[in-house]
């Protein structure tokens, strides 16, 4: 399908618009010298932003309570989606709206196991972030729902409602939620690329970075499926719709000789990434292909999961192939999405460097699991 | 602290207190062997004690890292929503073992080591980093019940030697020399009872035969009827 080229004005106003919000985000030596104050300046510094002001100040009480200066940023967050989608129009708010299905996914979730297990409403209100089609009015009436069947009922017109159909007050087999959850993302990925592929602007670019997320996604996945299964289901596990097939990964999965598994990953696209990241985390740029092959080998034979700030750094390199391609789509769907990203990344930083505080972390720690 | 006056001297009362000062000896001697055993019991089983503290230590430290780096990227709530998936949690079964007549408890705990799909959170909802917590966490809690029963042993054992050490403190120092002091008393009375029977009935020999020697002697020496002697005598 050929991407339309003519631009309606309202996209150029709302990407412009986003554009110049995401030049708001905080900078990386704001990160710097927020590592060099105290937790209580930390706040404060936070705080005396404007974007973030009236959430901090109106939920954060004491310098102790940082579960509510976290509940605060996700306030933030929400509402910052919100604004992005009554903003945003047509196609664009379609496609936005779906990419933030995810929120959804987890609020969904968050209620459903909250009702199951009898938690306290309050606690699961607090714990939601309303920044999906499901908005504070739509969660409430969840959370006010008085069984497992009603919430179900509540969810009638949830456009992912018929995955979670499942779910009753009646007794339920051992793990039907985490099945749940799974049938939600992989349907939530089939309705991202059925929609990219639909002709809107930037749909195209949006599904190829949708499998290159994919592809990262599967290959974590399929680190964590070994570290933690003896005999996992890699085929039902797996997101289909990524570059690298279903079964490529199905073929990795039982491979343990180094050669091969080196030979297999090389294979894929996803051996130059993890290089760059690499080479990004240690600042050397003489990694290569073959140490990263060795380090990956190791944690694959050791059974153990990718090291996290590896993953930080790919995050942060898949991040950089959003704005490339947002700076070349400038009035598509992609810069609006790329700003979703960096400021979900910029609630995650700053999250960072509060915990990381809180839990005497060294500042050069902290700093490698920061996204900037 | 025997009250002397209140002993019997009797040869009942000497009998049971030698029946006592054997029972103690004996007593004496197993509670010799249970401390000596308990002792043994208690030093083994140190060095497990200490690697059980240093391995539960070391996974505090690492479940502890763990939860920190949870935190920070995925943030508190991230880690709440993971913990309130799971569905099942493990199961702590107790028995007990005896060690010399003391029941030293055994726990086995079941299921806290799970798959990853057995774990109730789902793989695309959540990130490598809560598989890590989660596994961290497993750990400290098998190394939390292995501690825990290391040192409710040790506790029981420590218990159950202080108590025995008094048992056998007492027996040596108390029990065992009053009652030699109570058996020495009756025997000493005993004698000295036995000594006095034997001077009475030496005495009472004496009587009785000096009775029978002035009866024999009397046919003999008694006056003739009508004799002056007989005459002042029936006056």
Same mark, same amino acid.
């Given at each position: 399908?050929?991407?339309?080229?003519?631009?309606? +004005?309202?996209?150029?106003?709302?990407?412009?618009?986003?554009?110049?919000?995401?030049?708001?985000?905080?900078?990386?030596?704001?990160?710097?010298?927020?590592?060099?104050?105290?937790?209580?300046?930390?706040?404060?510094?936070?705080?005396?932003?404007?974007?973030?002001?009236?959430?901090?100040?109106?939920?954060?009480?004491?310098?102790?309570?940082?579960?509510?200066?976290?509940?605060?940023?996700?306030?933030?967050?929400?509402?910052?989606?919100?604004?992005?989608?009554?903003?945003?129009?047509?196609?664009?708010?379609?496609?936005?709206?779906?990419?933030?299905?995810?929120?959804?996914?987890?609020?969904?979730?968050?209620?459903?196991?909250?009702?199951?297990?009898?938690?306290?409403? $309050?606690?699961?209100?607090?714990?939601?972030?309303?920044?999906?089609?499901?908005?504070?009015?739509?969660?409430?009436?969840?959370?006010?729902?008085?069984?497992?069947?009603?919430?179900?009922?509540?969810?009638?017109?949830?456009?992912?409602?018929?995955?979670?159909?499942?779910?009753?007050?009646?007794?339920?087999?051992?793990?039907?939620?985490?099945?749940?959850?799974?049938?939600?993302?992989?349907?939530?990925?089939?309705?991202?690329?059925?929609?990219?592929?639909?002709?809107?602007?930037?749909?195209?670019?949006?599904?190829?970075?949708?499998?290159?997320?994919?592809?990262?996604?599967?290959?974590?996945?399929?680190?964590?499926?070994?570290?933690?299964?003896?005999?996992?289901?890699?085929?039902?596990?797996?997101?289909? +719709?990524?570059?690298?097939?279903?079964?490529?990964? %199905?073929?990795?999965?039982?491979?343990?000789?180094?050669?091969?598994?080196?030979?297999?990953?090389?294979?894929?696209?996803?051996?130059?990434?993890?290089?760059?990241?690499?080479?990004?985390?240690?600042?050397?740029?003489?990694?290569?292909?073959?140490?990263?092959?060795?380090?990956?080998?190791?944690?694959?034979?050791?059974?153990?999961?990718?090291?996290?700030?590896?993953?930080?750094?790919?995050?942060?390199?898949?991040?950089?192939?959003?704005?490339?391609?947002?700076?070349?789509?400038?009035?598509?769907?992609?810069?609006?999405?790329?700003?979703?990203?960096?400021?979900?990344?910029?609630?995650?930083?700053?999250?960072?460097?509060?915990?990381?505080?809180?839990?005497?972390?060294?500042?050069?720690?902290?700093?490698?699991?920061?996204?900037? | 602290?025997?009250?002397?006056?209140?002993?019997?001297?009797?040869?009942?009362?000497?009998?049971?207190?030698?029946?006592?000062?054997?029972?103690?000896?004996?007593?004496?001697?197993?509670?010799?062997?249970?401390?000596?055993?308990?002792?043994?019991?208690?030093?083994?089983?140190?060095?497990?004690?200490?690697?059980?503290?240093?391995?539960?230590?070391?996974?505090?430290?690492?479940?502890?890292?763990?939860?920190?780096?949870?935190?920070?990227?995925?943030?508190?709530?991230?880690?709440?929503?993971?913990? $309130?998936?799971?569905?099942?949690?493990?199961?702590?079964?107790?028995?007990?073992?005896?060690?010399?007549?003391?029941?030293?408890?055994?726990?086995?705990? $079941?299921?806290?080591?799970?798959?990853?799909?057995?774990?109730?959170?789902?793989?695309?909802?959540?990130?490598?980093?809560?598989?890590?917590?989660?596994?961290?966490?497993?750990?400290?809690?098998?190394?939390?019940?292995?501690?825990?029963?290391?040192?409710?042993?040790?506790?029981?054992?420590?218990?159950? %030697?202080?108590?025995?050490?008094?048992?056998?403190?007492?027996?040596?120092?108390?029990?065992?020399?009053?009652?030699?002091?109570?058996?020495?008393?009756?025997?000493?009375?005993?004698?000295?009872?036995?000594?006095?029977?034997?001077?009475?009935?030496?005495?009472?020999?004496?009587?009785?035969?000096?009775?029978?020697?002035?009866?024999?002697?009397?046919?003999?020496?008694?006056?003739?009827?009508?004799?002056?002697?007989?005459?002042?005598?029936?006056?």
């Amino acid at each position: 399908m050929v991407e339309q080229t003519v631009m309606p +004005g309202a996209y150029i106003y709302v990407c412009t618009r986003l554009q110049l919000r995401k030049t708001r985000l905080f900078s990386p030596s704001f990160y710097d010298r927020l590592l060099h104050m105290s937790l209580p300046q930390m706040v404060r510094a936070i705080g005396e932003d404007d974007r973030f002001r009236h959430e901090v100040y109106d939920r954060y009480r004491t310098p102790s309570d940082l579960i509510r200066l976290e509940l605060a940023l996700t306030a933030h967050l929400a509402r910052e989606y919100r604004d992005v989608l009554e903003m945003t129009p047509g196609a664009l708010h379609l496609l936005t709206s779906h990419y933030l299905h995810r929120w959804d996914i987890v609020n969904v979730m968050v209620v459903l196991r909250g009702k199951r297990h009898g938690l306290d409403p $309050e606690k699961i209100a607090e714990t939601l972030v309303p920044a999906g089609e499901l908005d504070r009015a739509w969660l409430d009436r969840l959370i006010a729902a008085d069984d497992l069947d009603r919430v179900v009922e509540e969810l009638h017109g949830w456009s992912l409602y018929h995955q979670v159909r499942s779910c009753t007050c009646r007794e339920m087999p051992r793990g039907e939620f985490a099945r749940v959850e799974d049938r939600l993302y992989h349907q939530y990925y089939r309705d991202l690329l059925t929609i990219g592929s639909r002709g809107v602007p930037g749909g195209q670019v949006l599904t190829r970075y949708l499998r290159f997320e994919i592809d990262i996604l599967n290959m974590r996945n399929l680190f964590r499926l070994r570290a933690g299964s003896p005999d996992p289901d890699i085929r039902s596990a797996m997101v289909q +719709g990524g570059s690298i097939a279903i079964e490529e990964f %199905v073929r990795i999965a039982s491979i343990e000789d180094k050669e091969t598994f080196f030979n297999e990953f090389a294979e894929t696209d996803l051996l130059p990434l993890a290089t760059r990241a690499m080479r990004k985390l240690r600042r050397d740029p003489g990694i290569g292909p073959e140490q990263v092959g060795e380090m990956l080998w190791s944690r694959w034979h050791e059974h153990r999961t990718t090291v996290h700030v590896v993953e930080v750094a790919v995050t942060e390199l898949r991040l950089e192939e959003m704005d490339r391609l947002a700076a070349l789509h400038r009035f598509s769907v992609l810069p609006v999405l790329s700003y979703l990203e960096r400021k979900r990344v910029e609630i995650g930083n700053l999250r960072a460097c509060v915990r990381g505080r809180q839990f005497g972390i060294p500042n050069e720690r902290i700093a490698r699991y920061l996204v900037v | 602290m025997v009250l002397f006056e209140e002993i019997r001297p009797t040869r009942g009362e000497l009998i049971a207190v030698k029946r006592r000062i054997i029972l103690s000896e004996r007593a004496h001697a197993v509670l010799k062997r249970k401390l000596d055993g308990l002792m043994l019991e208690l030093v083994s089983r140190l060095p497990e004690a200490r690697a059980a503290e240093d391995a539960l230590f070391e996974e505090l430290v690492r479940a502890q890292e763990e939860l920190a780096v949870a935190t920070m990227m995925v943030g508190e709530l991230g880690v709440l929503i993971a913990a $309130e998936s799971i569905e099942e949690g493990p199961f702590l079964f107790v028995s007990s073992t005896n060690a010399f007549g003391t029941l030293l408890p055994s726990f086995s705990l $079941e299921r806290a080591k799970k798959n990853l799909e057995d774990r109730g959170y789902s793989l695309l909802g959540t990130t490598p980093v809560i598989d890590d917590v989660v596994s961290a966490y497993e750990h400290l809690i098998l190394g939390i019940v292995r501690a825990a029963e290391v040192d409710a042993s040790l506790r029981l054992l420590a218990a159950e %030697v202080a108590r025995t050490r008094r048992r056998v403190r007492a027996l040596e120092h108390r029990v065992l020399p009053e009652l030699r002091e109570v058996r020495r008393m009756i025997e000493l009375r005993r004698e000295e009872l036995d000594i006095e029977e034997h001077a009475r009935l030496f005495q009472a020999k004496r009587i009785r035969a000096n009775r029978e020697a002035e009866s024999t002697r009397r046919p003999a020496d008694a006056p003739i009827e009508g004799s002056p002697s007989c005459a002042h005598r029936g006056r």
